[in-house]
């Protein structure tokens, strides 16, 4: 199935709004088992892809699908002067509000509702944008990626963290039983959501990863792409500049 008609639920609200009632109800388990699934290593990811923004020394930061606001506050050891996180789930911003507060950052990060899809910033605003697990949850992923482009400014960077799938053999069979059996049975265990575990595994199939997804960014014209698989290749970073 094409990744953006891979919903949460099966009624006929649309993606956007299913995924935003998803996230606003797992909101309160989220960090646990984001942690659990990533065996603790997605804080070291965050931090990686903080890493590739550090030679610009951006100053005006966006985090695109901000949700508990953990790559925002990871941002924030580059010393820029703001940064601004969005997403569509009131349930899990209100959570990274109270994180943002208790390490004292809720000077420099503020959390905004928008979607990635129709924000209204000016054109040229951010010096950089990171996006944590959020490009695969897009309603429309190229008109997602093309609004970004258009808020960044001219040599700005955007780094992606996604989900992704292993190449080596050996690995890609252990991922798909930990993933395919595990993934839903744990978010299960943890979560009251019990669809939202299966929209997981199911979006993560379906959506383009790797070399296909640096493919889509240049068509859409980005440039200095690359990618780079993280762990065993359940993750990828990917890199690109307008
Ligand atoms: C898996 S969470 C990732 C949260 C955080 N970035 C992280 O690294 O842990 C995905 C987030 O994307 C948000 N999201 C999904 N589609 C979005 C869109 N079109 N615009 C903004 N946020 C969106 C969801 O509400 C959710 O909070």
């Known amino acids: 199935m094409q990744h953006d008609k891979v919903t949460p639920y099966t009624n006929a ?18 960090d646990l088992i984001n942690t659990i699934l990533s065996f603790g290593t ?19 930061i966006l985090d695109v699908a901000t949700g508990t606001g953990d790559f925002a506050i990871a941002c924030a050891e ?14 899990m911003m209100e959570l990274g509000r109270e994180k943002i507060k208790n390490v004292g950052l ?18 040229d605003t951010f010096d950089a944008i990171v ?10 992923l190229e008109k997602g990626l093309l609004n970004l482009q258009r808020i960044l400014k001219p040599n700005g960077q955007i780094v992606i963290l996604e989900t992704s799938f292993p190449k080596n053999k050996f690995f890609k069979g252990i991922y798909n039983i930990g993933f ?19 929209y997981l595994t199911n979006s993560v199939k ?8 640096v493919t889509i ?9 690359f990618f780079k698989g993280l762990g065993i290749g359940s993750a990828a970073i990917y890199y690109a500049e307008k």
């Open 42 to 60: 997605h804080k070291s990811w965050r931090k990686k892809c903080v890493r590739l923004l550090k030679s610009k020394q951006p100053k005006n």
């Open 180 to 198: 395919s059996i595990l993934t839903p049975l744990i978010g299960k265990m943890f979560s009251k959501d019990k669809k939202a575990y299966d």
């Open 206 to 213: 379906a959506f383009p990863h790797n070399e296909n997804f």
């Open 78 to 91: 580059l010393n820029p002067t703001k940064i601004i996180g969005i997403d569509i789930s009131e349930g």
């Open 106 to 123: 809720d000077k420099l990060i503020t959390l905004e509702y928008g979607n990635a899809e129709t924000l209204d910033f000016p054109d």
């Open 131 to 140: 996006v944590g697990f959020g490009v695969r949850n897009f309603e429309n």
């Open 217 to 225: 960014l240049n068509k859409l014209n980005y440039r200095n792409t």
């Open 13 to 30: 609200d649309p993606k956007k709004e299913q995924v935003a009632k998803m996230f606003d109800n797992i909101a309160k388990r989220y």
